[in-house]
């Protein structure tokens, strides 16, 4: 997460998002978070609700404006560039949301859902549009009677299905998925989950998944960054992090995860103590309120994202 790759597809430097607060103060969303995500691999950014996961995902796709950093594809600044050339870039980035429904038009059949991204950029039309339409159904398995429904006419995993084909319609290289399974059935998950997979072996994805689920982001990822209020706490490939977690909080997310295997079992971690407002934040680690190791220097000094070891990084004073 601290070093720079310059071959990076996205490059996410140093990004903040603040919210003023009416009559409170300043939301510190997000504070100064970078990474970068290589081309054709998935990165999993987990944390607990709030912790501003989502919130990086719709700043990368454009969707906020950043108070500070950038945000790069392929070394352009996403931020910068104007006209044609960040309608392309555009094209570029998309976005599945994590709930199907309401990021649906409902006025809309599944056969416009998915012709309307062409339309909106000019790329097809009649005949050409058609033809892009069922390549999309094709792509994803949407059956052709599905075209002509509305997305209340839908289950849930279905019109996920839309929401990804939608994202897919313009060939990008990079698509950041907001909790896209969150909202669904344990039974229709697994599918969705294999879609994205065989997708992305199909065609080159790279992916920003994010989840409060630490299961689904191993099963989907190479690299795992953790996240805190704000601040990423640690980074690692996903073995790495399984094995040999290092920050006091990637442990206790670790500790509520089911084990697959018989007779080993993690001692569940119970954080006490409430989740520090990320209004006007306080000096100090942000999770020593509910830290069982917290020390004094936890309370006055924020630590720094450093590296522990081959592409492990760690944000804790206490971390030798």
Not at 55 to 81: C, E, K, M
């Amino acid at each position: 997460m601290a070093v720079a790759v310059s071959n990076a597809l996205i490059t996410i430097d140093k990004l903040k998002k603040h919210f003023r607060v009416k009559d409170k103060g300043i939301l510190h969303a997000v504070d100064d978070v970078s990474a970068d995500i290589q081309a054709g691999e998935t990165l999993g950014l987990v944390g607990e609700s709030g912790c501003g996961k989502s919130t990086i995902g719709r700043v990368v796709v454009g969707l906020l404006v950043p108070t500070a950093g950038d945000v790069r594809y392929q070394g352009q600044s996403v931020f910068s560039v104007r006209g044609e050339e960040k309608k392309l870039i555009r094209r570029k980035i998309q976005m599945v949301f994590q709930d199907p429904y309401s990021s649906l038009n409902p006025r809309k059949t599944v056969r416009d859902i998915l012709a309307a991204p062409f339309e909106v950029h000019g790329l097809a039309r009649r005949d050409a549009l058609r033809d892009e339409v069922e390549r999309l159904a094709q792509l994803t398995g949407i059956n052709r009677e599905i075209l002509g429904k509305y997305p209340h006419e839908l289950d849930g995993g279905k019109r996920q299905t839309v929401g990804i084909a939608r994202a897919l319609a313009l060939h990008p290289d990079f698509v950041v998925c907001d909790e896209p399974v969150s909202s669904l059935d344990v039974s229709i998950q697994a599918q969705i989950i294999n879609l994205l997979m065989d997708l992305q072996e199909k065609l080159n994805l790279t992916y920003l998944f994010i989840s409060h689920d630490l299961s689904v982001v191993r099963h989907l990822s190479r690299r795992i960054a953790v996240m805190y209020l704000g601040k990423i706490v640690e980074s690692a490939d996903t073995d790495e992090l399984f094995a040999n977690a290092r920050h006091p909080y990637t442990k206790a997310l670790l500790s509520a995860v089911p084990s697959t295997h018989s007779g080993q079992k993690m001692k569940r971690i119970i954080l006490t103590g409430d989740v520090p407002s990320p209004i006007n934040p306080k000096p100090g680690c942000r999770f020593h309120p509910r830290c069982w190791l917290a020390e004094p220097i936890c309370r006055e000094i924020d630590p720094q994202l450093l590296m522990v070891g081959n592409g492990h990084s760690v944000s804790c004073h206490l971390t030798k």
